[in-house]
């Protein structure tokens, strides 16, 4: 469960076959409809909804980042901003799993901010998530 402290919100895009994550700071609309307070009030004040997590940066670039569905090679959107912040962080966790590539082709609102404009990047980019077995 999350109280609602948490810094960004990880979703499953099951279009997509993969998770997405949005931060605190983005105002926008994501791929799933939702904005981040809309999703906010899915996953705070302890209520457990299946396919939403409130989660911390830093998490995203762990070892430890969803490992049972595929670890990073399942990000397949998040804000520009959050991406940029952890740039570094995610080229280091993509290159160690030998994917020095996949920063990139992770979507943000500058390519996607429908669930259509986001399969059709992935597609376009080869995102390693449609290549996985089904998430759902």
């Known amino acids: 469960t999350s109280c609602g402290c948490f810094e960004c919100i990880m979703c499953l895009v099951p279009e997509a076959n993969g998770v997405m994550v949005v931060n605190r700071e983005y105002a926008g609309m994501t791929p799933v409809g939702m904005t981040f307070s809309t999703l906010a009030g899915m996953v705070g004040g302890g209520v457990q909804t299946p396919g939403f997590l409130g989660v911390g ?57 429908t669930v259509e404009e986001l399969t059709a990047h992935l597609e376009r980019v080869g995102h390693p998530a449609l290549q996985m077995p089904a998430i759902l």
Do not use: H
């Open 57 to 113: 940066r830093l998490y995203l670039t762990s070892r430890k980042f969803i490992p049972a569905d595929g670890g990073l090679q399942r990000l397949v959107w998040m804000p520009k901003e959050l991406k940029d912040a952890l740039r570094d962080r995610l080229v280091a966790r993509a290159t160690e799993i030998g994917d020095e590539t996949l920063v990139d082709k992770i979507a943000d609102e500058t390519v996607a901010t």
